[in-house]
């Protein structure tokens, strides 16, 4: 009997439902972890369409400045900033604030 491998969209929201509230992860560092070289245009794809699922918080990935690129992809242009201010997360102009201290690095946090 043959498995089936999970599709590359399913391993990014695996990767994406790990994520701790009040933390953000950007498109490349995902990428990276599940080793696809160039990958961060693929995460992004993953994630708008990951929007309306319930499960992945996909609210969490911004791009690799703290940049709320995503945004558009929410029922309203604000629902992505209301999501992570209401898990603490500072965000100003659609840029996360202390990024490097709220960046949740899935090669580190993940790590065996």
């Not at 490349?28 to 972890?33: C, D, L, P």
């Not at 029922?75 to 202390?98: C, F, Y």
Request: charged residues 20%; proline residues 4%; without cysteine.
């Amino acid at each position: 009997m043959k498995t089936e491998k999970p599709n590359y969209f399913d391993l990014v929201y695996q990767v994406v439902r790990l994520i701790p509230s009040g933390r953000v992860t950007n498109y490349g560092a995902i990428a990276h972890y599940l080793g696809i070289k160039s990958g961060a245009r693929m995460v992004g794809y993953a994630m708008n369409a990951a929007n309306t699922m319930a499960d992945v918080p996909a609210h969490r990935v911004v791009n690799s400045q703290g940049l709320l690129t995503g945004k558009g992809h929410f029922s309203t242009p604000n629902e992505m900033q209301e999501l992570l201010e209401k898990e603490g997360v500072k965000v100003v102009k659609d840029k996360v604030q202390n990024f490097d201290k709220v960046f949740w690095n899935p090669d580190v946090e993940l790590a065996l």
